[in-house]
């Protein structure tokens, strides 16, 4: 069965996230703060990737406010 | 003993001389100044020092003491806050040069109304991180707050100048903030005790927030009845903060001397025993055995709870920060500034996917407390590192030192646990190495009151100061 769930990202396919983004919340970047900024998107993808791949049921419900 | 002498003891002690006389509130705020004045330059712990503030309050006290009213559990304890709380008259900068610009704040944070009401006395503002996203104490604008056991190592961020200027003897008591460990992380690294209460349990109102989900206001200070008398005079509702939790404000003060040994303690396996450098899982081995603790327990998909809390918190201080990014973006801390622009770019249903699984990992937490009241954990994966290192070891590979100071702490915070930083045993080279002591939601005297032994054992002290 083929693995859907979110793999890291390449710098490549940050970088187009981070124009893609940086347009959809008129947020320039600023070219001293580009490559950091991929580095970053490829970190918290990585991040992503992992929590992704953790099963979650329809009653997994999350809670912006937390009571903990 | 005289004022001078009185600070390197703690809060406590300092209370009990003003009230019964010994010496007088004005004397001991005198004796603080003129120790910052003197220490601060090789710490860099304040960036604000409240002088006429401080000698206007301390009066305040003395005349109650000389009235015969009561002054207050925090009688003339002289304490500093992380320049992210709000002190009426001064720019609310939280470690940034934007927040320098900032009109100065109208009144103080709810939780430096409440401190003061107990009769302490605010004597400055401290060196933090940029906007808290930090582990290290650096800071580009403000220069980095320094360890006061070697000044060429990291003080530990965020909260990094109240560890250095409670650890340095120059308060003893400060309050930080903690999102992810930035109250734990100073602690340890600067040999103080720290306590991160419940999520929800005090006040923010007043404060900086940073990642709203995860942000917490706490005391680091050099006993642990300090820590409770702290927590004690911040307890109680208030309304500006949507967070906070409707709890009974039940003081814990009274409950330090309580028995530890009707309490089912362990120690944390698996993500908490692991990637530590040497001396790490000793000083937690130290903390167990004084305790009489063999029982191991491990916390379920804490690596995974850790990248959510990643997740979660770039992406929120992302957000907060976007108009500010988009405004003044080259204005940030180099070390701040792209972490907060990628963080701000990131999809939502990232963002959403670690906020469910903080859902399903927190059922799971709660569940292994029906098992155990309290769970002992290392702070760090290592001893304070030097200012400016950049990579650490982890697992034989070198990793990026600033995320992963957080290895420990950052599973923890990420469902609102109250957990209690105490300084354990010394690293192979010397320096102070801290303890989780990890208790349920909504049951921080169990924490301290396990604390409260580790420290009357001897087990837990902060650690003497370098001649």
């Known amino acids: ?68 | 003993m005289s004022a001078e002498a009185l600070l390197d003891g703690d809060g406590a002690a300092i209370a009990a001389a003003v009230r019964a006389r010994h010496v007088t509130a004005r004397s001991v705020a005198e004796a603080a100044l003129a120790r910052i004045a003197a220490r601060n330059p090789a710490l860099n712990a304040f960036t604000d020092v409240t002088a006429a503030r401080a000698l206007k309050a301390a009066a305040a006290v003395d005349a109650a003491v000389a009235a015969g009213r009561d002054p207050g559990p925090l009688a003339g304890v002289p304490y500093a806050v992380k320049n992210l709380f709000d002190i009426a008259g001064l720019a609310t900068r939280a470690g940034s040069r934007i927040g320098r610009d900032n009109a100065p704040a109208a009144r103080d944070a709810t939780a430096i109304r409440r401190l003061d009401a107990a009769g302490a006395v605010l004597i400055g503002a401290l060196n933090m991180g940029e906007y808290a996203y930090d582990f290290t104490g650096e800071n580009a604008h403000d220069g980095p707050s320094r360890n006061p056991h070697d000044p060429s190592r990291m003080s530990g961020g965020s909260s990094g100048g109240s560890g250095s200027a409670v650890g340095g003897r120059l308060v003893p008591i400060a309050l930080g903030t903690d999102t992810n460990g930035s109250i734990r992380v100073p602690a340890a690294f600067c040999g103080t005790f720290g306590l991160k209460p419940t999520y929800g349990r005090l006040s923010r109102a007043g404060a900086m927030l940073f990642a709203a989900s995860f942000d917490h206001i706490g005391p680091l200070a050099r006993s642990v009845r300090d820590l409770a008398a702290a927590h004690d005079a911040m307890l109680g509702p208030d309304g500006e903060d949507p967070a906070q939790a409707d709890r009974p404000a039940v003081p814990v003060s009274d409950r330090l001397g309580d028995d530890p040994s009707t309490l089912r303690i362990a120690i944390a396996g698996g993500h908490f025993a692991e990637n530590a450098a040497s001396g790490v899982i000793e000083a937690v081995e130290a903390t167990a055995a004084a305790l009489g603790v063999t029982r191991r327990v491990e916390i379920p998909e804490a690596a995974r709870a850790r990248a959510a809390a990643f997740v979660i918190t770039t992406i929120e201080g992302g957000n907060l920060h976007l108009e500010r990014l988009r405004a003044r973006v080259m204005e940030y801390d180099p070390a701040t500034r792209d972490r907060f622009l990628a963080g701000s770019l990131l999809p939502a249903g990232w963002y959403l996917a670690a906020q469910r699984f903080r859902a399903w990992y927190r059922a799971r937490v709660i569940e292994l407390f029906q098992e155990v009241d309290v769970i002992l954990a290392p702070a760090t994966p290592l001893p304070a590192p030097r200012i400016g290192e950049q990579t650490m070891m982890l697992s034989g590979a070198t990793v990026p030192l600033r995320p992963n100071i957080g290895l420990y702490t950052q599973p923890l915070s990420f469902i609102g646990l109250p957990v209690v930083c105490v300084p354990g045993a010394l690293s192979p080279e010397g320096l102070p190495l801290g303890v989780q002591v990890i208790a349920a939601p909504w049951q921080e005297e169990k924490a301290l009151i396990v604390a409260a032994a580790l420290e009357r054992a001897g087990v837990a002290r902060c650690p003497d100061l370098p001649a």
Do not use: H, Q, W, Y
């Open chain 1, 1 to 68: 069965m083929t693995d859907t769930r979110p793999k890291p990202l390449t710098e490549a396919e940050a970088e187009a996230l981070m124009e893609a983004a940086s347009r959809a919340l008129a947020l320039p970047i600023p070219e001293p703060c580009r490559a950091g900024t991929i580095a970053n998107i490829v970190a918290a993808s990585n991040a992503a990737a992992f929590v992704m791949s953790f099963p979650l049921d329809d009653a997994d419900e999350a809670a912006p406010v937390f009571r903990a």
